[in-house]
């Protein structure tokens, strides 16, 4: 599932809505990742903060530093990073009533490397101020964790300051192009910044990635004007918003859309789109339909069936998904799925093949961290195993995530480690029904029809309409249209002298409906 693969289509979905933006990323139109940005959302990763420690803990080897969130964040010793020293002169530097210029600053001198063996307590002092990044979001009751190794991501590169190696990464293969980018960043690099260089810079020219080199060195050195005036625990920079990551990311030649269903929010992705590659700017598209985004594109089904317990596959094989505290466990079965032609290890082998795809994909939609335990179908044939081992490895290419894939057991279970820098993504696919509220009981469907209209009533006298929208299942919005002229839509219209619409929602539970408005603002009555 690498997403620099050419001959994959890429597609990206946003949809707007007024406390949170869902972001569908879709792959040969198969939903492979969804995130949910909420509205004013805090501590994300990536953001900077000036903290203050307020607790050591010299058995872990850690601190406890105050960053604004409920519960204070934790920083492990490992994290401050081998310059921490030249970091922690930066920022007293930072905190001056007069400051040094910028162009001082860019000649400070590096501090000697902390001991890599050494003790919390002997760096970090209770009352300190300490300049840090979100490494990972608060997770259930824990706080944020923080490094003290601070990065600035772009599109093309990730700089490092107090360091001096620039880095290539692993993906770009050709030898040739590793010595050409090092070569080039070598020469265009200022002394006391290090540079990672990302995937997508493969091929780039110089002054693309000049360019954007000195617009991360002028980040950098913005949160150094802005500590004159900060006081703890306060938000120095945020990294940009989870769409605009998402793209920065992923977004290469193989996208051939991008849909919004927001004008500021298209406005904005299309600003972005313009600056890191102008070339794809026309791919950006505005959704402006009265039917849900993720409806249209038969999103909202895909979520449906993906994030449930139980999670079908070809041919009735299905995975069982469970979820504890300490780690995930992943069930393959084969269901009705069996020919008595090939054989138990043929018919187990063909299972844990597709078996291996879907459970990439599922860690990766879910955004599953920690240790996950997946329960093959048993093999016998020791080649069987390492193919199903070698397609979770390459499926799981395109993962922005850390992680680690151990070989089949004997027994035919896998353990995978993936890391984990958000919450889980969890979507309730089970219903309750709106009528009954989850007692079993509910009022004849029959009635149904005689229900939607007596609120019609009540609605058009209690305010004069000329539109009203009623969204409901796809199946009560079939039977309201049936016969076309002589549809119940079509009497309603005649008989209260107001146009009616009847949208199918596949969102909606059968007996679920509501009314809506000509500028699709619901009507509460």
Not at 106 to 127: M, Q, S, T, Y
Not at 185 to 195: A, C, H, L, W
Request: with cysteine.
């Amino acid at each position: 599932m690498d997403l620099q693969t050419e001959d994959k289509q890429n597609e990206l979905f946003i949809d707007v809505r007024s406390s949170e933006i869902n972001i569908a990323l879709l792959q040969n139109k198969k939903l492979i990742e969804l995130d949910c940005e909420y509205a004013n959302i805090e501590f994300s990763v990536g953001d900077i903060y000036l903290g203050k420690v307020k607790r050591l803990m010299p058995g872990l080897n850690a601190a406890f530093v105050d960053i604004g969130y409920k519960k204070d964040a934790f920083l492990h010793y490992l994290d401050l990073g081998a310059g921490f020293q030249t970091l922690n002169k930066f920022l007293h530097l930072g905190l001056q009533t007069k400051q040094q210029s910028v162009s001082k600053l860019r000649k400070i001198k590096l501090e000697p490397d902390i001991d890599k063996n050494g003790k919390i307590a002997d760096i970090l002092n209770v009352g300190q101020y300490v300049l840090v990044q979100i490494a990972k979001e608060p997770i259930s009751s824990k706080g944020p964790r923080l490094s003290a190794e601070i990065s600035l991501a772009g599109r093309n590169l990730v700089l490092m300051p107090f360091c001096d190696k620039v880095s290539i990464s692993h993906k770009i293969k050709s030898v040739e192009e590793r010595t050409r980018l090092k070569k080039l960043i070598e020469s265009i690099r200022p002394d006391n910044f290090g540079v990672i260089v990302r995937t997508v810079a493969e091929k780039k020219m110089v002054a693309e990635l000049d360019k954007e080199l000195s617009t991360l060195i002028e980040k950098w050195e913005g949160i150094y004007k802005k500590l004159n005036s900060a006081k703890p625990p306060q938000l120095l920079i945020s990294e940009v918003n989870r769409t605009t990551a998402i793209l920065r990311d992923v977004l290469n030649s193989s996208f051939n859309q991008i849909v919004v269903n927001d004008q500021a929010t298209y406005e904005e992705v299309k600003y972005f789109i313009e600056k890191i590659a102008p070339e794809k700017k026309k791919i950006v598209k505005l959704y402006n339909s009265k039917e849900p985004i993720f409806d249209f594109y038969g999103i909202e089904k895909q979520i449906k069936t993906s994030f449930g317990k139980t999670v079908p596959m070809k041919n009735g094989a299905y995975l069982i998904i469970e979820h504890t505290e300490a780690a995930h466990v992943i069930d393959v079965n084969s269901g009705n799925r069996s020919n008595s032609e090939q054989g138990q290890e043929v018919n187990a082998f063909e299972v844990n093949m597709i078996a291996a795809e879907e459970i990439a994909r599922q860690l990766r939609l879910r955004d599953m961290g920690g240790i996950i335990i997946v329960d093959f179908i048993d093999m016998q044939d020791e080649k069987n195993k390492k193919k199903v081992y070698e397609c979770v490895k390459n499926s799981m290419e395109g993962d922005r995530a850390k992680f680690h894939i151990m070989p089949l057991s004997k027994f035919c279970i896998m353990e995978i480690t993936r890391q984990r820098v958000r919450p889980e993504m969890e979507i309730k696919t089970g219903e309750a029904c709106p009528t009954c509220q989850g007692s079993g009981k509910i009022t004849a469907s029959v009635n149904l029809i005689d229900e939607i209209e007596n609120n019609i009533k009540f609605i058009l006298k209690k305010e004069k309409r000329k539109y009203l929208c009623i969204k409901t299942h796809p199946f009560v919005s079939a039977f309201l249209n049936k016969g076309w002229l002589k549809s119940i839509r079509k009497r309603w219209q005649k008989r209260y002298k107001c146009e009616i619409e009847i949208f199918p929602m596949v969102a909606y539970t059968y007996m679920e409906y509501h009314f809506f408005d000509s500028k699709d603002e619901e009507i509460f009555y």
